[in-house]
Structure formats: C-alpha cells, structure tokens
C-alpha cells in the first residue's frame, strides 16, 4: 500500500507532496522577547470613552501646545485628528 504522502490527485499535480522531495524551508521562530521594565513603569492610565465623551462625540486634547480632536465614528471607532 503506498504511502497517502506519496498520493497525489489531478488536484495536486505538479505539486510535491513527500517531505522528502523538499527541504525544511520554515524558519524556526525566536522565543517572544519581552521588553525590559524599569522599576519605574508602570501600566498607563486608562480612561473610559463614556467618561471622556459623555454625551458628545468629539473631545479636544492639547498636547505640546497643539489642539488634538478625537472623534467617535459613525462605526463607533475612535479616529485622532491634528
């Protein structure tokens, strides 16, 4: 009985099915590297969009001296303007 890696169907012509026939081209991926923490850091403040907007949907943040719009879409994302 063949083996099923070495059956190939009208699907699969010309196509290599036998790992054998082909190199191992993954690439082993790195191990996830976490990004050092200072003692220093500490997880940013969070804000709900209710508290933000209330019943508006537009806010204004001044950042640098420079006005910032941020907006509720008609999608209901979040889009920041300049």
Do not use: C
């Amino acid at each position: 009985m063949a083996n099923q890696a070495d059956e190939t169907t009208p699907h699969d012509a010309g196509r290599r099915t036998n790992s054998v026939d082909r190199p191992n081209t993954r690439i082993a991926s790195s191990p996830a590297v976490k990004p050092s923490r200072n003692a220093d850091w500490r997880e940013p403040p969070v804000y709900d969009s209710g508290a933000l907007f209330g019943e508006a949907n537009e806010v204004g943040i001044v950042h640098e001296g420079a006005l910032y719009r941020l907006k509720i879409t008609r999608q209901g994302k979040l889009i920041l303007n300049k």
